[in-house]
């Protein structure tokens, strides 16, 4: 699928690629897909995209709210990965500070994140939204410019984001 932001996916995966993060490939039947659709979505069957399908989360519009991974998220590893219509790599982060110096030098695009046990998932997507499922909801709603800055949170209960 050619998305509106496909050049800038193309330039985010050649860094990643530069910076020499492991990497591994996903489709619509990957154990990887399988478990997050399983865990987080309303369908077990792949949409595009995946956010719009999810169930039981929590989200705000703030840009560059991603910046945040490293205060919010636990010590480990990161999966990092595409909706697979978009691009079917996924790499694996040593732990949220590499995941956002990385993001750094990238461009507005969707992805998603998660850990190996599947704990959470968060996505960014190109309208600013970052949206928390699983453990990742507490992470999110308790984050402190949440409550500083009046940020509204919205959720599968309340509205949606786009």
Known sequence: MITAHS??????????????????????DS?????????FSKSHVY???IWDNLKDWVGIDYKFS???FP?????????????PSDDNQAFIFRNAKQLVNVLNNCYRFT???TDDQFSFLFCYND???LIACGSGKKWLTEYPIISAENVKVYSSKNGRLT
Not at 10 to 20: F, M, P, R, Y
Not at 31 to 39: D, G, K, P, S
């Open 127 to 129: 309208h600013d939204n």
């Open 66 to 68: 991603w910046e945040w």
């Open 7 to 28: 050049d800038e996916l193309k330039s985010a995966i050649v860094q990643l690629k530069e910076v020499g993060i492991d990497q591994f490939s996903i489709n619509n």
């Open 31 to 39: 154990a990887l897909l399988t478990r997050i659709l399983e865990r």
């Open 111 to 113: 992805f998603y994140i």
């Open 71 to 83: 205060e919010i998220l636990p010590e480990g590893k990161i999966l990092f990965f595409f909706d």
């Open 47 to 49: 949409k595009y995209p």
